[in-house]
């Protein structure tokens, strides 16, 4: 079948399905599942044919996603920040918004003056992490997360994505998985090592969403993306309420924190920030206008 044909079905499926970008969708489905770039199908249209057998393949992608699940759960993958990474259930499937604290990390550093070890807590599928360390080449990471499923994946990331050698993946919960008195290897050297405890840059995208609202959330979210990853607790601030009382105590002394917060959010996290003495703060807008990102310095008060 003429692939222009077939992409054309598929948008048009996708579309009276209510998909909301239905072109993108199958645009994906045709770079996954047949050997072309959107250059080749751009450039030369009608003559592309796609056999059968990937026909069929695309149709039933096409069912997947017209019954709910997301582009990046059938193949398991998603760009951010420019780059590849692999999901699987224990990730969260990273969020476009979420670029927002790279390009902050790259305002506030640049040149010599870099970020040697950063820190991400609750690292998912490592890629706030391993973005900045492709940017920040001389840089040495920290990811932890309290599921080793999304470590794994983290690990794996890191490899593909060449700064596997610059990172560290440690297994708990938010601070105590630095504070508990083990080493970690690092592939740099394979020799173990005491884990680094002051950060010059400590990034975070916790689970904000109060419990009472998963069951509210769009069912691509909801029933992909891993619970640990969204549940924030009563009020969605449980997260907040861990990393802020230690937070000073991480941060080296011209040290800053960039935290993702749900839209809502900005006044308890200030107030938070506030109580543990934070007098350097501010909070960045995402392109929709939203407030997304806290950060913050160690100027005390
Ligand atoms: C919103 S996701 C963010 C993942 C990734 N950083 C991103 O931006 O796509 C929150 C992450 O925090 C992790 N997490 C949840 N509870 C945790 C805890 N108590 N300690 C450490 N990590 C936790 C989840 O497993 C999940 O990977």
């Known amino acids: 079948?003429?692939?222009?044909?077939?992409?054309?079905?598929?948008?048009?499926?996708?579309?009276?399905?209510?998909?909301?970008?239905?072109?993108?969708?199958?645009?994906?489905?045709?770079?996954?599942?047949?050997?072309?770039?959107w250059s080749d199908i751009i450039a030369k249209g009608?003559?592309?044919?796609?056999?059968s057998d990937i026909c069929q393949q695309m149709r039933q992608d096409?069912?997947?996603?017209?019954?709910?699940r997301p582009i990046s759960r059938i193949y398991n993958k998603r760009e951010f920040w420019g780059l590849k990474f692999s999901l699987s259930e224990n990730t969260l499937d990273p969020r476009p918004d979420?670029?927002?604290i790279i390009?902050?990390?790259?305002?506030?550093?640049?040149?010599?003056y870099f970020p040697k070890h950063i820190l991400d807590l609750g690292t998912g599928s490592g890629c706030i992490l391993i973005s900045l360390l492709s940017e920040f080449l001389d840089s040495h990471g920290v990811g932890t997360d309290l599921s080793s499923g999304a470590l794994d994946m983290a690990r794996y990331n890191a490899q593909q994505n060449g700064c596997g050698k610059r990172v560290s993946f440690i297994?708990?919960?938010?601070?105590?998985?630095?504070?508990?008195d083990h080493t970690v290897s690092c592939a740099a050297n394979e020799t173990a090592h005491k884990v680094q405890q002051k950060?010059?840059?400590?990034?975070?995208?916790?689970?904000?969403?109060?419990?009472?609202?998963?069951?509210?959330?769009?069912?691509?979210?909801?029933?992909?993306?891993?619970?640990?990853?969204?549940?924030?607790g009563v009020d969605g601030l449980d997260a907040y309420k861990i990393i802020f009382p230690r937070l000073k105590m991480h941060l080296s002394r011209c040290g800053i924190a960039l935290l993702?917060?749900?839209?809502?959010?900005?006044?308890?996290?200030?107030?938070?920030?506030?109580?543990?003495?934070?007098?350097?703060?501010?909070?960045?807008?995402?392109l929709a206008g939203n407030p997304r990102v806290v950060e913050i310095s160690c100027g005390d008060k």
Not at 11 to 30: H, N, Q, T
Not at 103 to 112: K, N
């Open 260 to 286: 993702e917060i749900g839209y809502d959010q900005e006044n308890d996290v200030m107030r938070l920030s506030e109580e543990y003495g934070f007098a350097l703060r501010t909070v960045h807008n995402d």
């Open 199 to 232: 950060f010059d840059l400590i990034v975070s995208n916790p689970p904000y969403i109060a419990n009472r609202v998963i069951e509210k959330l769009a069912p691509e979210v909801k029933n992909h993306d891993p619970i640990l990853s969204l549940d924030g």
């Open 1 to 37: 079948m003429i692939l222009k044909y077939i992409y054309r079905e598929m948008v048009e499926v996708l579309r009276e399905a209510g998909v909301d970008l239905p072109d993108l969708d199958a645009r994906i489905i045709i770079e996954e599942r047949c050997d072309y770039d």
């Open 98 to 100: 979420t670029e927002l």
């Open 46 to 51: 009608e003559s592309l044919d796609v056999d």
């Open 62 to 68: 096409v069912t997947k996603r017209i019954n709910g």
């Open 103 to 112: 390009e902050l990390a790259l305002q506030r550093f640049s040149g010599d």
């Open 171 to 180: 297994h708990g919960s938010w601070w105590n998985a630095l504070e508990s």
